[in-house]
Nanobody, 122 residues
Framework: VQLQASGGGLVQAGGSLRLSCAVS????????MAWFRQAPGKEREFVAA???????LYEDSVKGRFTISRDNAKNTVYLQMDSLKPEDAAVYFC?????????????????WGQGTQVTVSS
């Protein structure tokens, strides 16, 4: 199983980025998918998730700014990030949860991508 995250980079505050996570080796359409992030010196934290039925869940600080979506035909989950703030800077990880449901804890996610760096300048 491989989760390949991409799309990170450097952006000014107020700007946008779109992260992608391509999944191989699993029945993607049946998995719940999520994005987490980890800033230096901090614990990994939940950002957003989407169930196999496309029910979404967001961390409060990103509601209204980030949008998670999935394309089952492409085995890919996306995170559209708008109105970025310096505090959004982190390494972003995608994760897969067998069974299709999602929640905000890391324990239920069995497979993880390698992370993609997001840097937001003020």
């Amino acid at each position: 199983v491989q989760l390949q995250a991409s799309g990170g980079g450097l952006v000014q505050a107020g700007g946008s980025l779109r992260l992608s996570c391509a999944v191989s080796g699993r029945a993607f359409s049946r998995d719940g998918m999520a994005w987490f992030r980890q800033a230096p010196g901090k614990e990994r934290e939940f950002v957003a998730a989407i169930s196999w039925r496309s029910t979404t869940l967001y961390e409060d600080s990103v509601k209204g700014r980030f949008t998670i979506s999935r394309d089952n035909a492409k085995n890919t989950v996306y995170l559209q990030m708008d109105s970025l703030k310096p505090e959004d800077a982190a390494v972003y990880f995608c994760a897969s949860r067998p069974g299709g449901a999602v929640d905000s804890g890391t324990a239920g996610y069995s497979y993880w991508g390698q992370g993609t760096q997001v840097t937001v300048s003020s």
